[in-house]
């Protein structure tokens, strides 16, 4: 299952923001979370989602079109 956000227009201090309470909150259930950021004027979101770091991430890939995806560590059981 997936999980998705959408950051178009947040600056880069409410896009992190956002993200700390989206993955500290209980998201055991998601595979992935897909944020949406947009293409053209998303750039800003998009190289700082890159180089985001979260310890519940487990690796980050990011669409051309205009989507980055978070990979989530799956949990113990």
């Given at each position: 299952m997936k999980k998705i956000?959408?950051?178009h227009g947040y600056?880069?201090?409410e896009a992190k923001t956002t993200l700390e309470i989206i993955l500290s909150s209980n998201i055991n259930k998601y595979d992935f979370v897909e944020v949406i950021h947009g293409y053209n004027n998303?750039?800003?979101i998009k190289d700082f989602l890159k180089n985001y770091k979260?310890?519940?991430?487990?690796?980050?890939?990011?669409l051309d079109s205009?989507?980055?995806v978070f990979h989530l560590k799956k949990?113990?059981?």
């Amino acid at each position: 299952m997936k999980k998705i956000i959408d950051l178009h227009g947040y600056t880069i201090d409410e896009a992190k923001t956002t993200l700390e309470i989206i993955l500290s909150s209980n998201i055991n259930k998601y595979d992935f979370v897909e944020v949406i950021h947009g293409y053209n004027n998303g750039r800003k979101i998009k190289d700082f989602l890159k180089n985001y770091k979260h310890q519940k991430i487990s690796y980050v890939s990011q669409l051309d079109s205009g989507k980055t995806v978070f990979h989530l560590k799956k949990r113990l059981k």
